[in-house]
C-alpha cells in the first residue's frame, strides 16, 4: 500500500514536481513492490546512475538483466539496450523510461535495407555491431561489441566477405588491424563519436602534454591515428586506474564517472561537446513515472527475438562463454568502477 504522500500521478512531468528526496524514496518503494531492479548505463546522469542497482555497457547490464531474479527491469539507457535485455530474457517485463531515447546510429540501418544487402552478397557473413535494433540483429549471422569486433571478425573464414553493420568507423578500424580486405561496411555512424575533430584533440595535447590519448574506435580515422591508445571503454577504464593523466574521447558520461572514481587524477574528455542527448533523455521523474506505470514496455516479437538472440548468443560463445558479469552495483560502491566496451 502506498502512503497518500506516494499516490500515483498521471504524467511524468507531475513528478518532475517533486522533491529529489520524493522521488527516490517513491523509486524505492516501487522497486521493492515489484520486484524490479534499474540498470543504468555508463552514459547515464549521475542521477540515474546514482539510484541504479547496476551500471556498466549495454551487454553488462543485459546480461546482468537476464541473470537477477527480478521481474521487472528498467532499462535506463536507449532503446536497442532495452532490447537486447528483452531479447536474452523473455519472460521479464522490460521497461524504458523514456521512448524517444533511441540511438541514431542503430537507427541508420533497418532490417528491409540489411536484407536488400545481403541479396547483393549472398555468399558474406553478417556482422551487426551491438548498437542495433533486436530486427537487425535477427538478420546477422552475429554480434559484436567495440571490445570483440576484432576476434568475430577474425573468426569468420577468410574467404568469406563480411557485411559490417552499422558504423563505419569500427568497420574501418576493424578493416585496418585485421587486414581484411573484404569487409563491406554500412554508412552508419554515432555521431557523438564522429563529431569529435582533431583541433580539439590537438588543444586537449598542447593543455595536457603528458597525458595518454585513448580514443574508441567509434571515432574518425584521423583521430585514431594520432591516439595513443584505442581502445574500448572498458580498456579506458583500465587505463584510467593505472594512469595518472588521460585524454578520453568518447561520450563524456563516462569521463564524469572516472573523475568521480579517481579526483585526484587528471581526466580530461577530448571533445566537451561529445554528450549523447538520447542517452540523457531519462531523468529520475520518468524513471519514477515508468515503475508507477510500468511503462514503456518492450515487447518483441517472439521469432525477432529467438533469431537475434542466436546472434548475440553466438558472440558470447566466441567471447568465453555465457557468464554473468560482476556487475558494478550502484555509484556509489562500485568497485572497480565502470567497465564496458563504448555504448555497446
Ligand atoms: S553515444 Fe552514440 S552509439 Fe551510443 S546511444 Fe548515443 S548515438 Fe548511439
Not at 29 to 48: S, T
Not at 294 to 316: C, D, G, P, Q
Request: hydrophobic share 40%; aromatic share 4%; proline share 6%.
Amino acid at each position: 500500500m502506498i502512503a497518500p504522500s506516494h499516490r500515483t500521478l498521471e504524467t511524468p512531468l507531475d513528478y518532475a514536481a517533486l522533491p529529489r528526496e520524493e522521488l527516490v524514496e517513491r523509486i524505492r518503494r516501487r522497486k521493492a513492490e515489484r520486484n524490479a531492479v534499474i540498470l543504468g548505463h555508463n552514459y547515464q546522469r549521475v542521477e540515474i546512475q546514482e539510484v541504479s542497482d547496476f551500471l556498466g555497457d549495454s551487454l553488462e547490464l543485459s546480461q546482468e538483466a537476464a541473470a537477477t531474479p527480478a521481474e521487472v527491469i528498467v532499462f535506463c539507457g536507449v532503446r536497442f539496450m532495452a532490447e537486447t535485455a528483452k531479447v536474452l530474457s523473455p519472460r521479464k517485463t522490460v521497461l524504458m523510461p523514456d521512448l524517444r531515447a533511441g540511438c541514431p546510429m542503430a537507427d541508420m540501418v533497418d532490417a528491409p535495407g540489411l536484407r536488400r544487402l545481403k541479396a547483393r552478397y549472398p555468399d558474406a557473413v553478417v556482422v551487426a555491431y551491438v548498437n542495433s535494433s533486436a530486427e537487425v540483429k535477427a538478420e546477422a549471422d552475429i554480434c559484436c561489441t567495440s571490445a570483440n569486433a576484432v576476434r568475430v571478425v577474425e573468426s569468420v573464414p577468410p574467404d568469406r566477405p563480411i557485411l559490417f553493420v552499422p558504423d563505419r568507423n569500427l568497420a574501418r578500424y576493424v578493416r585496418e588491424r585485421t587486414g581484411r580486405t573484404n569487409i563491406i561496411a554500412w554508412d552508419g555512424y554515432c555521431h557523438v563519436h564522429d563529431d569529435m575533430v582533431l583541433e580539439e584533440l590537438e588543444r586537449a595535447r598542447r593543455e595536457h602534454p603528458g597525458a595518454l590519448v585513448v580514443i574508441h574506435p567509434e571515432a574518425r580515422k584521423d583521430l585514431l591515428e594520432r591516439a595513443d591508445v584505442v581502445t574500448s571503454t572498458s580498456g579506458m577504464v583500465r587505463l584510467a586506474q593505472e594512469h595518472e593523466a588521460l585524454i578520453i574521447g568518447t561520450e563524456r558520461g563516462l569521463v564524469d564517472r572516472l573523475r568521480q572514481q579517481f579526483p585526484h587524477k587528471t581526466l580530461i574528455p577530448l571533445s566537451g561537446a561529445a554528450v549523447c542527448g538520447n542517452m540523457k533523455l531519462n531523468t529520475l521523474a520518468k524513471l519514477a513515472w515508468s515503475l508507477d506505470h510500468l511503462r514503456y514496455e518492450v515487447v518483441l516479437e517472439e521469432e525477432i527475438r529467438a533469431r537475434a538472440e542466436a546472434s548475440l548468443k553466438k558472440m558470447l560463445e566466441l567471447s568465453g562463454g555465457w557468464g554473468r558479469p560482476s556487475g558494478a552495483p550502484a555509484l556509489a560502491g562500485a568497485p572497480g568502477g565502470p567497465r564496458g566496451c563504448g555504448c555497446a
